[in-house]
């Protein structure tokens, strides 16, 4: 597959391609977006990627990036001097302190998420049962974290901040009473400044689906 940009096989409301979209704009690094259909997955992306799951990246080189946080990592290492910003905790992109920030959110968080949002499907606990364990197990700790520095990477964001953001922004969603009554300030304040920030704003913009039968290469 002969093309000068890379390719972004994604999926707009996926948290993972998000955080993988937000990498490659941070990092300011051009790609061709082609916006899938969970149901209906492109033969070329699967032909690339049989484990089917979004985000997909193939390079120019048609090296192939088939997790979110390997297409983070890529995106920063391609920007030295953002790659010196973002190790500022940890002195490298994914050192122990980030590591373990990701490793609670594509973990234990994940799976309370989706029983929080999905809890018709989960009867043994209540939502609230789900939201609260959530709180306990990453909002809490994130919030006390987030008390003392901007970020979670301290003054400047890192690549955790960037991996869990996707991921609490869905918490928050799933009910606005639920999330209003929950006492995280400088968790809110840190999601609504990722919210309003030009480059979130700019990877949520809508694309249509890509069509496969359109491709050329
Ligand atoms: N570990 C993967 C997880 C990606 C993932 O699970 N993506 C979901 C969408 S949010 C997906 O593609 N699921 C396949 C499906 O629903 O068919 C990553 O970090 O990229």
Not at 33 to 48: F, V
Not at 97 to 103: A, E, L, P, Y
Request: with cysteine.
């Amino acid at each position: 597959m002969a093309s000068s940009l890379p390719i972004l096989y994604t999926f707009r409301r996926c948290p993972y391609a998000m955080r993988a979209r937000l990498a490659l704009k941070i990092a300011s690094i051009e790609y061709e977006t082609r916006e899938i259909e969970l149901k209906a997955k492109p033969a070329s992306m699967l032909a690339l990627s049989p484990k089917a799951t979004v985000p997909v990246l193939c390079l120019p080189n048609e090296q192939v990036l088939e997790q979110s946080l390997d297409i983070m990592v890529w995106a920063i290492q391609q920007m030295p001097q953002a790659q010196q910003l973002l190790a500022s905790t940890d002195q490298q992109l994914i050192g122990p302190h980030v590591q373990q920030w990701i490793d609670v959110n594509d973990g234990s968080f994940k799976a309370l998420l989706d029983r929080f949002k999905y809890f018709n499907r989960y009867p043994e606990y209540s939502q609230l049962y789900y939201q609260e364990q959530a709180c306990c197990q990453m909002l809490q700790p994130m919030n006390l974290c987030l008390a003392g520095q901007a970020f979670l990477g301290g003054e400047h964001f890192n690549l955790a901040d960037l991996a869990l953001f996707p991921f609490v922004r869905q918490f928050a969603k799933v009910s606005d009473d639920l999330w209003l009554q929950l006492d995280l300030p400088h968790l809110k304040k840190w999601l609504e400044r990722w919210l309003e920030s030009p480059e979130f704003i700019t990877v949520m913009r809508k694309n249509s689906i890509w069509q496969e039968t359109r491709a050329t290469t």
